[in-house]
T-cell receptor
Framework: DAGVIQSPRHEVTEMGQEVTLRCKPI?????LFWYRQTMMRGLELLIY????????DSGMPEDRFSAKMPNASFSTLKIQPSEPRDSAVYFC?????????????????FGPGTRLTVL | GQQLNQSPQSMFIQEGEDVSMNCTSS?????WLWYKQDPGEGPVLLIA?????ELTSNGRLTAQFGITRKDSFLNISASIPSDVGIYFC????????????FGGGTRLMVKP
């Protein structure tokens, strides 16, 4: 089975340019998450969607960041304009969230990540 | 926000030794997950725990959901070189929607 697919795997761009990261979640999953990983701050949740609807974007650093999920099989994270401090590895993860008998099952599966370098 | 304290931050051990790492929180969690991340890759789910006191094994890995719901540990028995990587705990707090909080990671190095 295909896991979470992300593209591109690597992106090098110049400050001020627009960057678009793409994610295809695992088929049948109902939640999608965008994370950023840096040495200094570890893994940070940027935004997550449930059934294609953005639920919590409190982790989005600033207005330069935006994310969309037009359908259940595709999501984008856009940075415009990009800055050197945006350099990081960006991960997309998806899960099939189930609530059964008072328990919440939320096993998130990660993609391989996009390593972004902004010069 | 929620805080997860993961320790140790790094370990350098001899092949064949057992390893133990843990995560603690000041808040109650209803789910604990353990991931391993290899260089250049995304975290891979190792074990999921959903009930206080639950003890689950996956090969040489064993993890437990603390009875207080505020901690979890991961043990690796008889370590091998391919166990090298960064191990993350992640927890889902009560009333946090579908969000996970991640620990800072434990970097494991194994000497053959």
């Amino acid at each position: 089975d295909a896991g979470v697919i992300q593209s591109p795997r690597h992106e090098v761009t110049e400050m001020g340019q627009e960057v678009t990261l793409r994610c295809k979640p695992i088929s049948g999953h109902n939640s999608l998450f965008w994370y950023r990983q840096t040495m200094m701050r570890g893994l940070e949740l940027l935004i997550y969607f449930n059934n294609n609807v953005p639920i919590d974007d409190s982790g989005m650093p600033e207005d330069r960041f935006s994310a969309k999920m037009p359908n259940a099989s595709f999501s984008t994270l856009k940075i415009q304009p990009s800055e050197p401090r945006d350099s990081a590895v960006y991960f997309c993860a998806s899960s099939l969230v189930l609530r059964l008998g008072g328990s919440s099952y939320n096993e998130q599966f990660f993609g391989p990540g996009t390593r972004l370098t902004v010069l | 926000g929620q805080q997860l304290n993961q320790s140790p931050q790094s370990m350098f051990i001899q092949e064949g030794e057992d390893v133990s790492m843990n995560c603690t929180s000041s808040s109650i969690f209803n789910t604990w997950l353990w991931y391993k991340q290899d260089p250049g890759e995304g975290p891979v789910l190792l074990i999921a725990l959903y009930k206080a006191g639950e003890l689950t094994s996956n090969g040489r890995l064993t993890a437990q959901f603390g009875i207080t719901r505020k901690d979890s540990f991961l043990n690796i028995s008889a370590s091998i070189p391919s166990d090298v990587g960064i191990y993350f705990c992640a927890g889902q707090p009560d009333n946090a929607g579908n969000m996970l909080t991640f620990g800072g990671g434990t970097r494991l190095m194994v000497k053959p």
